[in-house]
Protein backbone atom coordinates (compact mmCIF):
# COMPACT_ATOMS: atom_id res chain seq x y z
CA UNK A 1 0.00 0.00 0.00
CA UNK A 2 2.79 2.33 0.81
CA UNK A 3 4.65 1.87 -2.12
CA UNK A 4 1.52 2.37 -4.45
CA UNK A 5 1.11 6.02 -2.49
CA UNK A 6 4.61 6.20 -3.50
CA UNK A 7 4.32 6.10 -6.72
CA UNK A 8 0.71 8.04 -7.32
CA UNK A 9 2.79 10.49 -5.60
CA UNK A 10 5.26 10.66 -8.08
CA UNK A 11 3.27 10.54 -11.22
CA UNK A 12 1.12 13.63 -9.64
CA UNK A 13 4.48 15.59 -9.06
CA UNK A 14 5.68 14.68 -12.41
CA UNK A 15 2.75 16.04 -13.94
CA UNK A 16 2.38 19.39 -11.97
CA UNK A 17 6.24 20.06 -13.33
CA UNK A 18 5.32 19.40 -17.07
CA UNK A 19 1.82 21.27 -16.52
CA UNK A 20 4.16 24.57 -15.07
CA UNK A 21 6.51 24.30 -17.78
CA UNK A 22 3.88 24.87 -20.67
CA UNK A 23 3.55 28.56 -19.33
CA UNK A 24 6.83 29.61 -18.52
CA UNK A 25 8.41 32.55 -20.93
CA UNK A 26 10.33 31.21 -23.76
CA UNK A 27 14.23 32.78 -23.03
CA UNK A 28 16.46 32.25 -26.22
CA UNK A 29 19.30 34.56 -28.09
CA UNK A 30 20.30 35.26 -31.42
CA UNK A 31 23.85 35.84 -33.48
CA UNK A 32 24.17 39.43 -35.34
CA UNK A 33 22.26 39.91 -38.42
CA UNK A 34 19.42 38.01 -37.31
CA UNK A 35 15.79 39.22 -35.88
CA UNK A 36 14.52 37.40 -32.94
CA UNK A 37 10.97 36.11 -33.89
CA UNK A 38 8.04 34.50 -31.60
CA UNK A 39 6.60 31.69 -33.78
CA UNK A 40 3.28 30.04 -32.62
CA UNK A 41 1.43 27.03 -34.84
CA UNK A 42 -2.51 27.99 -34.99
CA UNK A 43 -5.55 25.89 -35.45
CA UNK A 44 -5.50 24.71 -38.81
CA UNK A 45 -1.95 23.34 -38.88
CA UNK A 46 -0.78 24.69 -41.97
CA UNK A 47 0.02 28.10 -41.05
CA UNK A 48 1.75 30.28 -37.83
CA UNK A 49 1.53 33.19 -36.00
CA UNK A 50 4.45 35.29 -35.60
CA UNK A 51 5.67 38.10 -33.43
CA UNK A 52 8.43 39.95 -32.53
CA UNK A 53 10.58 38.71 -29.73
CA UNK A 54 11.08 41.12 -26.85
CA UNK A 55 14.67 41.62 -25.74
CA UNK A 56 15.20 40.40 -22.33
CA UNK A 57 17.81 42.58 -21.91
CA UNK A 58 18.01 46.30 -23.27
CA UNK A 59 20.76 46.24 -26.17
CA UNK A 60 22.14 42.57 -26.02
CA UNK A 61 20.51 39.63 -28.56
CA UNK A 62 18.93 37.68 -25.82
CA UNK A 63 14.98 37.73 -26.52
CA UNK A 64 11.91 36.08 -24.63
CA UNK A 65 8.62 34.58 -25.44
CA UNK A 66 5.41 34.18 -24.12
CA UNK A 67 4.35 30.68 -22.93
CA UNK A 68 3.60 28.35 -25.49
CA UNK A 69 5.31 30.19 -28.04
CA UNK A 70 8.44 29.56 -29.60
CA UNK A 71 11.74 31.48 -30.22
CA UNK A 72 13.00 31.61 -33.94
CA UNK A 73 16.23 33.44 -35.20
CA UNK A 74 15.72 34.67 -38.86
CA UNK A 75 17.62 36.33 -41.43
CA UNK A 76 17.43 40.09 -40.92
CA UNK A 77 14.55 41.65 -42.19
CA UNK A 78 12.36 38.55 -43.23
CA UNK A 79 9.69 39.51 -41.38
CA UNK A 80 9.41 43.09 -41.46
CA UNK A 81 5.83 42.81 -42.54
CA UNK A 82 5.21 42.27 -38.80
CA UNK A 83 5.40 45.88 -37.98
CA UNK A 84 2.80 46.83 -40.58
CA UNK A 85 0.30 43.52 -39.60
CA UNK A 86 -2.83 44.12 -37.25
CA UNK A 87 -1.73 43.89 -33.92
CA UNK A 88 2.14 43.09 -34.98
CA UNK A 89 0.91 39.38 -35.44
CA UNK A 90 1.68 37.92 -38.57
CA UNK A 91 -0.04 35.02 -40.36
CA UNK A 92 2.82 32.91 -42.84
CA UNK A 93 2.79 28.99 -44.25
CA UNK A 94 4.64 27.01 -41.73
CA UNK A 95 7.26 26.58 -44.29
CA UNK A 96 8.03 30.17 -44.30
CA UNK A 97 10.91 30.04 -41.25
CA UNK A 98 12.07 26.61 -42.94
CA UNK A 99 15.58 28.81 -42.66
CA UNK A 100 15.45 29.84 -39.02
CA UNK A 101 17.09 29.14 -36.38
CA UNK A 102 14.51 27.30 -34.09
CA UNK A 103 14.71 27.50 -30.12
CA UNK A 104 18.02 30.01 -30.56
CA UNK A 105 21.47 30.03 -32.27
Known amino acids: M ?4 RSIALVLLLVSWQVAGEYEIV ?3 CNKN ?6 KPVGNGKDQ ?14 YQCPPTWQGECC ?13 NILTRPL ?8 NGD
Not at 34 to 39: A, I, L, Q
Not at 75 to 87: S, V
Not at 95 to 102: E, I, L, Q, W, Y
Request: hydrophobic share 25%; charged share 20%.
Open 34 to 39: RDGVCS
Open 95 to 102: GDTGNCRH
Open 49 to 62: SLSWAVRSVPKTRN
Open 2 to 5: LQLS
Open 27 to 29: YFG
Open 75 to 87: PQHQFQDIDTAPL
